[in-house]
């Protein structure tokens, strides 16, 4: 197997695919990926040097103060992209009522990247009855949500709900071209099934997020610097689906998280190394 500090030039670009991963900030990848000694301030340099997009988890929590956007422009090289979650107070908290406020706070931020932003992702939680007790509950709220949304943006969307998953539903994405988030979760459909099904493209560009069950991982490590799940079968899934949605000329932006084998660069080390056996003219 490739080791994940590899240049990515030895790996073929696979045009219009963008794989990084949810967050570069983990300290256990120093020494393992991130060379030995490199500060937590360098760690997004060293990230470029072999990912050409992020995925920023921070953003969840709370928006980034204007400086620290610009420092994050500012130490990665031109065609960089970073994409970033939406806050939770938006997604989880406020649940998408009154929170213009929020919303434009976390935009003006986001700005500040400029050629260099990419998708800007709304997490949802999984929502029991209480909140939304059928599904065109949730619709009823989502429709006009989007609707005041600023363009200019590319904006995908992640429901935890697997039941949800309807046509009225991904119609409603694709009126206000809004990507929808194909995710790897214990609580969701596989993506063969869920493709199977429906046509998941609602935008003229692709979300993917690797994410895996978090607790179960948990339970077996709580450092992130080596894979401990063999997730090779899941890649030959996954790749037959990518290419479905590289045929249809979108650009694909694919994230993995630590949780979903314990080491996100090795993931993707492991995917490069599952496309080129399933794609072996390459």
């Known amino acids: 197997m490739r080791t994940a500090t590899e240049d990515p030039l030895d790996h073929p670009k696979i045009p219009n695919l963008h794989l990084g991963t949810s967050s570069w900030s983990s ?18 340099t060293a990230y470029a040097r072999h990912f050409d997009t992020v995925e920023v988890d921070a953003t969840f929590y709370r928006t980034p103060a204007p400086a620290l956007v610009k420092n994050w422009e500012r130490r990665t090289p031109a ?11 938006i997604t989880h908290d406020k649940v998408m009522q009154d929170c213009e406020a929020e919303l434009k706070e976390f935009l003006s931020a986001m700005d500040l990247l400029g050629a260099k932003l990419g998708p800007l992702l709304f997490q949802f ?11 065109e509950d949730f619709l009823a ?13 590319s904006f995908a969307l992640e429901i935890r709900n697997k039941n949800w998953i309807s046509e009225r539903f991904l ?3 694709r009126k206000y071209k809004v990507a929808f988030a194909l995710i790897d979760h214990p609580w969701m459909t596989p993506v063969g099934q869920l493709m199977t099904k429906f ?6 560009f692709a979300y993917i997020r690797w994410l895996g069950d978090r607790k179960g991982i948990e339970e077996k490590t709580q450092h992130w610097d080596r894979i401990i799940q063999n997730r090779e079968r899941e890649m030959e ?6 290419d479905k949605l590289l045929e249809r000329q979108l650009c694909v932006y694919a994230y993995f998280n630590n949780h979903y084998a314990g080491f996100a660069p090795g993931s993707i080390a492991l995917f490069h ?3 080129e056996k399933l794609h072996p003219s390459h």
């Open 27 to 44: 300290e256990d990848w120093r020494g393992v990926f991130y060379p030995s000694g490199t500060t937590p301030g360098d760690f997004i």
């Open 79 to 89: 065609g960089f992209t970073f994409a970033a979650k939406v806050p939770r107070s």
């Open 125 to 135: 939680p999984y929502f029991n009855k209480q909140v939304f007790a059928r599904p």
């Open 141 to 153: 709220r989502l429709d006009p949500f989007l609707k005041k949304l600023p363009s200019g943006y």
């Open 171 to 173: 119609d409603l994405l």
């Open 199 to 204: 046509d998941p493209v609602t935008a003229d």
């Open 237 to 242: 899934t996954w790749i037959p689906a990518i």
């Open 273 to 275: 190394e599952v496309w």
